[in-house]
């Protein structure tokens, strides 16, 4: 039995590293809650937030256009962080809905994590936002920093750019 | 034990095919094809496998046997023999511990003789057939013979398992053994040599063993045929032959039909990687660690072989003779405790999993240290410098250890005539005061095999270098002592020099970190003192780069300079400007290059710069160091992280200024913070946090500085916040 066992690891190490496998689900990019959520994979127990309540944070960001059945965002706002969230395309970008934060309290700083599995990919920042009930945030694609930072280069911010004094 | 379908290793075998299959790609490196050999020796040799057995599942309650119930039986349809009898093992016979199991397994084959399809003295009689597999399990192997001749392959195993109480079990027999032999042939003359030889297609090669065997092979029914066969080993004829790589074969040739069963290449799957053991510095600190043993001999039986850069050859057995001197090998060395003309040679074994660490043990420490010392600084100066700048890199240099003249006990030099490097076996030494200290052999001390090494070096180096026809190192003795000192601290990344040539001194003979200062009117005659001078101004240079540029980069700048002025001057008194008119990139950046400040600030601490000098405003660019935005408040209100090379903190102050202190308006601080690998991470960078809210509506231009430990500007860069037209969103 000892074989058997290790030899279908690896087989299944080897299959990996094919990556000859590919999904055959596409997303429709209507922004509908229904159509992300059964185009996600099976493995994946989250749910959408469905509540009337719910806020909706918007990221307006190319680089995340297409990567609903990848990532998966955390908000957290004065305090309290979401759960990880399924995003949902837009026609630009992907949004998704959180019913847990503080809504109607005093602005805040929105930090808006993304997360490919465990690991985080990208972080925005985005100060003096309030939170309303069935409302929406966009976050613009400028405030969305791949993370981990290398300091291999200078960033700047939406409204500041950093250049080296000649 | 369950049913299964297939056989474990005809589902192995599917399974890797399918895979392999699926995703071959034709980018991938293939495998060597192989050179030597007949047609029908490449057929056999691209076979990797044994063929598979056919086996089949018969269950054990039809064989009407006591307590069959839990046996489970597969049976070799190639024979019909029983193949593998597994027992549920607390349902199998307990057999008292202690008891005989070669002997036990032995009654067992007596027993089942008929249902084995052997008898019982068909067995090569071996105590090393009993196996301490694992803590609670023994194995018995019994080779097959028949009529005195073995059968290749063949072999009957039984299995048991050590109870708490010491009692066995007998839990598996595994019967390889192919069954009733019938020899077709059973008078076929042996093979000749050179008969081998011609049917493997093997030219300029030799036979060194060759052993007979009964060879049974699979029918296209799918039963046994068994004939007499030869097992040849096939060698190099010239065992000199060291262009290429020869491989030996193992090739099994049928004495009827000269049809080869099978052949393999006596080549080991994976290269041996050898790395052996080595002081950094001393054997007082017992800093050693491993690194590959690059371009030694290696003798593996016949065969000839050299380490390669990274310690690595392809050596077919595990126990070698490692001589310390290659063609290719930068050092070689002479223990003159057991010759004065051989090169120093030494036993080992290497690990059959082709990863092999040799200790200092394996022979003399200060032997085995000499080498590896040389062949560390060698590996490092050649970096930074071709083998036609520097021609000892390529033509090594010769190490005579433990040598064993009085005079120079407690000593190790360079000898400029005889180019070789004399590191003195342990003794002692007398002062002019009658007293006297012991020393170590100064081959356990790499400090001082890297200073003895640098003198070497600075011999071939500058514009009246030995290779010139000049003499040696006579230009400038004192930067001579510097250089070999500095030498050994960029190796080692620390300032001492030498601790442990005095037995049980850890104190270091020298120090590079110190505040020694040119004087014309009071020159130290010892050139080994004045050296530090020199040594002193250097450290401090490789201290500030460090500084600005972190640990990696500034050693690798520092060392890159030291080793380019020594192209270029001949006197430390000239160094400063050696150096500087490197870092301007020969000029070719003006006058003064990126660490201009830097390098003055080192040298006019020893008084070594000239008349060139610089205040505090004097700062070089930090191109490390970058910002980023955490966060934007509005209204110009920004977060900042910083990274950068090596700063211990950075600070910063409105405007582009030179001064920045932490009383003045808009100050400042960004202190290290540990990259937590999910916001920042990097293997260069260091990352600093803002201790304050930085104001870029108010103040558009930032100053930021570097400063090392001590607080002084290393560095600096000048960055301007522009405000964008349009502004997206918040
Ligand atoms: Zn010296």
């Not at chain 2, 071959?24 to 029908?40: R, T, V």
């Not at chain 2, 120090?511 to 080994?528: L, V």
């Not at chain 2, 070594?608 to 955490?630: E, H």
Request: with cysteine; glycine share 8%.
């Amino acid at each position: 039995m000892r074989l058997i066992f290790i030899t279908t690891l690896i087989v299944a190490g080897l299959s990996a590293g094919c990556e000859k496998y590919q999904s055959g689900f596409k997303l429709s990019r209507s922004g509908d809650v229904s159509a992300a959520t059964a185009g996600q994979p099976s493995h994946v127990a989250n749910v959408p937030v469905t509540s009337a309540s719910a806020v909706e944070i918007q990221l307006l960001s190319s680089k995340l256009v297409g990567s609903e059945s990848k990532y998966k965002s955390v908000a957290k706002f004065g305090g309290v962080a979401s759960a990880k969230s399924i995003l949902s395309a837009l026609s630009s970008g992907v949004s998704f809905k959180v019913d847990t934060l503080p809504t109607g309290a005093k602005p805040d700083v929105l930090t808006i994590e993304i997360y490919d599995g465990d690991q985080l990919k990208f972080i925005a920042k985005q100060a003096n936002t309030k939170l309303s009930k069935a409302g929406s945030v966009v976050i613009n694609d400028c405030a969305i920093l791949q993370v981990p930072w290398d300091g291999a280069a200078s960033d700047g911010s939406c409204h500041w750019t950093i250049e080296e004094a000649k | 034990m369950k049913k299964q379908n297939c056989s474990q290793l005809l589902c192995f075998a599917l399974f890797v095919l399918f895979v392999f299959s699926s995703c071959k790609n034709s980018d991938e490196p293939q495998e060597p094809s192989i050179m030597h050999g007949s047609a029908a020796l490449q057929t056999k040799l691209a076979v990797a496998a044994a063929p598979l057995r056919p086996i089949g599942l018969i269950a054990g309650s039809s064989f009407n046997l006591d307590n069959s119930s839990g046996m489970t039986i597969t049976v070799d349809m190639g024979s019909n023999a029983w193949y593998r009898i597994t027992f549920e093992t607390q349902q199998a016979e307990k057999i008292p511990k202690g008891e005989d199991l070669l002997a036990y397994s032995r009654g067992i084959l007596a027993k089942y003789s008929e249902e084995l399809m052997f008898l019982p003295d068909e067995i090569a009689e071996d105590a090393s057939a009993l196996h301490e597999a694992d803590t609670n399990l023994r194995m018995v192997t019994f080779q097959r013979r028949f009529l005195g001749v073995p059968v290749h392959g063949a072999f009957v195993q039984f299995f048991y398992n050590i109870q708490d109480d010491g009692s066995y079990r007998l839990i598996q027999i595994l019967n390889n053994s192919y069954g009733p032999v019938k020899l077709g042939s059973d008078n076929a003359p042996e093979l000749t040599n050179a008969e081998a030889l011609a049917i493997a297609g093997l030219d300029n090669y030799k036979v060194s063993q060759r052993k007979e065997f009964i060879q049974p092979s699979t029918t296209t029914e799918g039963h046994y045929d068994f004939s007499l066969a030869t097992e040849f080993e096939f060698v190099p004829a010239d065992v000199a032959v060291t262009t290429y790589n020869p491989l030996s074969y193992t090739v099994m040739i049928d004495r009827a039909t000269h049809a080869i069963h099978r052949a393999f290449p006596n080549r080991l799957d994976i290269k041996q990687s050898v790395s052996a053991e080595s002081y950094i510095k001393s054997y007082i600190l017992a800093d050693q660690s491993y690194s590959p043993l690059p371009y030694v001999s290696l003798l593996d039986g016949a065969n000839k072989l050299e380490t390669d850069a990274l310690g690595q050859a392809d050596v077919n057995g595990t126990q070698v003779t490692v001589t310390l001197k290659g063609s290719k090998s930068a050092a070689g060395i002479l223990d003159l405790a057991v010759s004065n003309n051989a090169f120093a040679t030494f036993a080992a074994t290497l690990s059959a999993d082709g990863k092999s660490n040799l200790t200092l043990k394996n022979t003399d420490p200060s032997v085995l240290n000499t080498y590896m010392a040389i062949e560390r600084v060698r590996t490092l100066v050649a970096k930074y410098l071709s083998e036609t700048e520097l021609p000892l890199l390529k033509t090594g240099i010769l190490a005579v250890v433990n040598g064993n003249d009085p005079a120079n006990f407690c000593n190790a030099y360079y000898d400029p005539n005889l180019k070789n490097l004399y590191l003195s076996k342990a003794g002692a030494i007398t002062f002019k005061d009658g007293t006297s200290q012991k020393c170590e052999s100064t081959g356990l001390i790499s400090d001082a095999i890297y200073h003895e090494w640098g003198h070497a070096m600075d011999d071939q180096l500058g514009p009246t270098n030995i290779i010139k026809g000049n003499g040696p190192g006579g230009k400038d003795r004192a930067y001579g002592e510097g250089i070999g000192d500095t030498l050994s601290a960029l190796t080692t990344r620390t300032s001492t020099i030498g601790e442990g040539l005095f037995v049980g001194d850890k104190r270091p003979l020298r120090n590079a970190q110190n505040t020694a200062r040119y004087n014309a009117g009071s020159i130290n005659t010892d050139e080994h003192v004045q050296g530090l001078i020199f040594s002193g101004s250097f450290w401090d240079l490789y201290t500030n780069f460090t500084a600005l540029y972190g640990v990696e980069k500034g050693a690798d700048l520092a060392t890159n300079y030291f080793l380019k002025h020594l192209q270029i001057n001949e006197s430390y008194l000239t160094a400063y400007d050696a150096l500087v008119l490197v870092d301007s990139g020969n000029g070719a950046l003006g006058t003064k290059g990126p660490n201009y400040c830097n390098i003055t600030r080192a040298f006019q601490a020893h008084n070594l710069s000239g008349t060139a000098t610089v205040a505090d405003d004097c700062i070089d660019a930090d191109t490390s160091l970058k910002v980023r935005v955490d966060l934007d408040s509005g209204d110009g209100k920004l977060s900042l992280l910083a990274s950068a090379g090596g700063a211990t903190k950075i600070i910063a102050c409105p405007g582009a200024v030179k001064v920045c202190a932490a009383s003045g308006m808009g100050y400042i601080e960004m202190t290290v913070t540990n990259p937590d690998g999910k916001l920042t991470a990097s293997k260069v960078n260091r990352f600093y946090t803002a201790q304050g809210t930085f104001d870029v509506k108010a103040n558009p231009v930032y100053s930021f500085f570097s400063l090392d430990a001590k607080g002084v500007k290393v560095g600096m860069k000048t960055l301007n916040f522009k405000a964008k037209a349009s502004t997206l969103g918040n």
